[in-house]
C-alpha cells in the first residue's frame, strides 16, 4: 500500500466523523450570530457602525499596536501600507518570491517593481544573511539611500511575510534594514497570533498588513487590517482607506485621491466576535501540530514543519515537508486529496509566473528547492480540539 493510502486513514482517524477535510475551515461558536443580527435588526451593516472602532481597538490591543485600521482585504491593506511609507512608482521593494501573489500585486499597484530575495528553510521566510550578502553584491548606497547597482533604482523597502504564521528572523532582519536604510513592512497576513521572542508579529514594521479572508486564522468574509504604532500614518491610512473625504457634516469634499478600502460594519461584527475565541484558536492549532507529528514521524523523507525557536507561531497552516528524493509530491497531493484530505502544495514562486518573470532577483534555490518539497494538510482549528 502507498504510505499516502496509509497517512491518508491516519489523518482520517483524526476527525472521524467527517469524510472530506478540508485545507482551512472557519469556526463560529462564540457570539458572531448575534453580533451580526445585531448589525441587521439595527439596519447598521455597512459604512457606519460601532463594530469597525470595535474591531480595530481588539485587534490593535491584541497584536500589541497602537492603532489598526480595518479594510477590505489583506490585499488592499499592504497596497495602503505601501503608499502610506511613501513607496513611489520605479522604486524596488525587496520581497519573498515564496508567498501569496497579494504581496507582489500589492507592490505593483504602486507603480513599483518587486525584487524577489530567498527564503530560509528554517523560518521559510526571508533569510536576513543571504540578503544582507546579496545587497552588499549589487547595491551602494548614495546620500543613505540603497540603490541598486545594476538597475539604477531606489530600493526603497523590504517586505518579508511570516509564511503559514512562522515569524521570519526579524533581529537579524531588523539590522539589515538598519545597515540599507530600507523601510520594513510586514506582511503578516498569516501570522495572526504568532509572536516573534515574545512581542506580536505584525508591530516591528513601521506598517503592516494582515489578512481576515476565509481561510485565515480568524475571518471578517473578507478583510484586512493595517496595523502601525504611528498614530499620522494610522491616521492616513484611514483617510486614504475612506475615500480621502474631508470630515464634513454634508458636503462632499476630497483632498486626495482616495480608496474606497473601508471594511464594512457586518464584517467588523464577524471579526470581533471571532477574535474573542483567537486563543482557543491558537491552543487547537498548536494542539494539531503534535498529532501530525505522531503520524508523519515513523515514515523516512517526510517531516512535519516546527516553528523556529525565536516563534510562538500560531500555526497557520500545517505544513509537511517531503524529501524529493525519495518520494514523489505530485504522488502525495493525488492520492491526499482523492481521498479526502484536502491538500496543497505552497504557492508557485512569484518570479515563474508571467507578471513578475522579469523582475530582479536573487538566486532564489532555497525557495525553488522548498516549493518542491511543501504540502500544506488540513488545519482547521477543530481538528485538534
Ligand atoms: C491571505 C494573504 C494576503 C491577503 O489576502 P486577501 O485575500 O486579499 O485578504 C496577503 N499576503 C499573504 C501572504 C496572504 O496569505
Known sequence: MSIWVEIAEKIKQIYPSKDFLPLHEPTFLG?????????IETGWVS?????????ED??????????AVAVVNGTAALHIALKTVGIQPNDEILIPSLTFIAT?????YCGATPHFVDVSKTTLGID???????????????????INKFTGKVIRAIVPMHTFGHSVDLDHLIEVCEQYNLILIEDAAESLGTYYKGKHTGSFGKVSAMSFNGNKIVTTGGGGAILTNDEKLADYAKHLTTTAKVPHPWKYEHDDIGYNYRM???????????????????????NLVNKYIEIIENYSGIEIFIEPSFSKSNYW????????????????????????????????????????KNCPKSDLSVTEKLFKQIVNIPSSPYLGE
Open 31 to 39: 457570539n458572531e450570530i448575534p453580533y451580526v443580527n445585531e448589525c
Open 47 to 55: 459604512s457606519v457602525g460601532k463594530y469597525v472602532n470595535k474591531f
Open 58 to 67: 481588539s485587534l490593535a490591543d491584541y497584536a500589541g499596536v497602537k492603532r
Open 104 to 108: 507582489g500585486n500589492a507592490v505593483s
Open 128 to 146: 536576513p544573511k543571504k540578503l544582507k550578502d546579496y545587497l552588499n553584491e549589487i547595491s551602494i548606497l548614495k546620500n543613505n539611500v540603497c
Open 264 to 286: 464594512p460594519n457586518i464584517n467588523a461584527a464577524l471579526g470581533l466576535a471571532q477574535l474573542e475565541k483567537l486563543d482557543s484558536f491558537i491552543q487547537n492549532k498548536r
Open 317 to 356: 497552516l500545517q505544513t509537511i515537508l517531503i524529501d524529493d528524493q525519495q518520494h514523489s509530491i505530485e504522488n502525495a497531493l493525488e492520492i491526499l486529496n482523492q481521498l479526502g484530505i484536502m491538500s496543497r502544495p505552497a504557492w508557485t514562486p512569484l518570479h515563474k509566473l508571467a507578471p513578475y
